[in-house]
């Protein structure tokens, strides 16, 4: 069975960075795209970013020139890295993996952002 395991998140100041890493095992088919999605307190779960098995990449508006995603595909490893963060970026962040015939979640990891 596939596994997700996500790492990095955690408390930070406004301003301050964090990396967010998402790792995948068992997984036997070719991994076509991974992304990071977060879900605020009594908000829908959102796009932040994804990058494609081409090293295309797409962000959401709010997060772009703050965030950098990247992939290592030799880990099938995800990461999410996270700099000038704002109190509005708090949210549970889970990694999305995606290959031909499947969608794979992350249980996801808190990050919090304090004034």
């Known amino acids: 069975q596939v596994q997700l395991e996500e790492s990095g998140g955690g408390l930070v100041q406004a301003g301050g960075s964090l990396r967010l890493s998402c790792a995948a095992s068992?997984?036997?088919?070719?991994?076509?795209?991974m992304g990071w999605y977060r879900q605020a307190p009594g908000k829908q779960r959102e796009l932040v970013a994804t990058?494609?098995?081409?090293?295309?990449?797409n962000y959401a508006d709010s997060v772009k020139g703050r965030f950098t995603i990247s992939r290592d595909n030799a880990k099938n490893t995800v990461y999410l890295q996270m700099n000038s963060l704002k109190p509005e970026d708090t949210a549970v962040y889970s990694c999305?993996?995606?290959?031909?015939?499947?969608?794979?979640w992350g249980q996801g990891t808190q990050v919090t952002v304090s004034e």
């Open positions: 068992r997984i036997t088919s070719s991994i076509n795209q």
């Open positions: 999305n993996i995606r290959t031909l015939y499947s969608n794979y």
């Open positions: 990058i494609r098995s081409n090293g295309n990449t």
